[in-house]
């Protein structure tokens, strides 16, 4: 009776841990879905050369200082230049972007203000759609290198997105 009992619990037990599955797998699917296109679609608005990446998975997007973590984080890449810092380290071109729901835009505004009396990896206004405020950090930015090389190579990429999100206002 009682081993009975023990593979009636242990069987329900695998069933709940299979539908679990079943849902966080739906669940994902899901929240893909509900992304806009602007970020569906952004590689077609990224030049030739740029990859990217995007980070979907709640506690491993980040957050730039005093924000909450976003609803996705692109992180954008050009990996055939290179450009070096003052001590001679070798960076890739990069940009990491961080995508909130349009609704907080006040607020984020606001934090954005606030954050401005720091130094370094502040957030910063990038962009918006209809859908999305965007943001980013001057550390976000080929890692914080402001060379004049440096600049050339983001320069093509911030001006294809701005171009690109102005198709979602």
């Known amino acids: 009776m009682m081993i009975k009992k023990l593979s009636i619990t242990i069987g329900i037990l695998i069933i709940a ?3 679990s599955g079943c849902i966080q797998e739906v ?17 077609d608005g990224i030049p030739e050369e740029w ?6 998975e709640e506690g491993k997007k ?5 924000l909450e ?11 055939d230049e290179e450009f070096e810092n003052s001590d001679e380290t070798k960076y890739n071109p990069s940009l ?18 606030n954050e401005s009396i720091y130094s370094w ?11 999305y405020i965007i943001v980013t950090s001057p550390c976000y930015i080929n890692s914080g290198v402001f060379t004049e090389e440096a ?9 294809s997105l701005k171009e690109y999100f102005d198709k979602f206002k």
Request: charged residues 30%; hydrophobic residues 30%.
């Open 62 to 66: 980040g957050n730039p200082h005093g």
């Open 96 to 113: 990491r972007l961080y995508f909130y729901h349009i609704a907080e835009k006040q607020e984020i505004m606001e934090i954005i203000a």
């Open 27 to 43: 669940t994902e699917k899901q929240s893909t879905k509900k992304l806009g296109d602007e970020i569906l679609n952004i590689r």
């Open 121 to 131: 990896c502040i957030p910063i206004y990038f962009d918006e759609t209809e859908r």
């Open 51 to 56: 990859s990217c990446t995007n980070i979907t």
């Open 69 to 79: 973590e976003p609803v996705i984080r692109i992180d954008f890449i050009n990996p």
């Open 17 to 19: 841990i299979l539908i």
């Open 151 to 159: 600049k050339d190579y983001y320069y093509t990429l911030e001006k």
